[in-house]
């Protein structure tokens, strides 16, 4: 089975960073984009950023001007730095991993656990 191991959670005070690792394992499917999502108490999960193998990317506009994601292709692994944390950055961040399968259905999702980041001082 695909497993997305998440790591970089934690508490930090506003206008600090944080950087976010998500590492993806398992055979049988090629990996398309990597991305992050997060969820706030009461609010729906949203998009923050992915990026394609190619390297293009796409932010979520309340993040754009500060986080960066990026990815190492060669280890499955996408990472997100985060700048300027702000309290509304407040949730839990999501790994996201879309596949490419040789086999119906030709591509899937894959989620991770969740890692909580907390901004608040």
């Known amino acids: 089975q695909v497993q997305l191991v998440e790591s970089g959670g934690g508490l930090v005070q506003p206008g600090e960073s944080l950087r976010l690792s998500c590492a993806a394992s398992?055979?049988?499917?090629?990996?398309?984009?990597m991305g992050w999502y997060r969820q706030a108490p009461g609010k729906e999960r949203e998009l923050v950023a992915t990026?394609?193998?190619?390297?293009?990317?796409n932010y979520a506009d309340s993040v754009k001007d500060r986080f960066t994601i990026s990815r190492d292709n060669a280890k499955n692994t996408v990472y997100l730095q985060m700048n300027s944390l702000k309290p509304e950055d407040t949730a839990v961040y999501y790994c996201n991993v879309v596949g490419l399968l040789t086999t119906y259905p030709y591509n899937m999702d894959y989620w991770g656990k969740g890692t909580l980041v907390t901004v608040s001082s």
């Open positions: 398992g055979g049988g499917f090629s990996i398309h984009v």
């Open positions: 990026i394609t193998r190619g390297g293009s990317t």
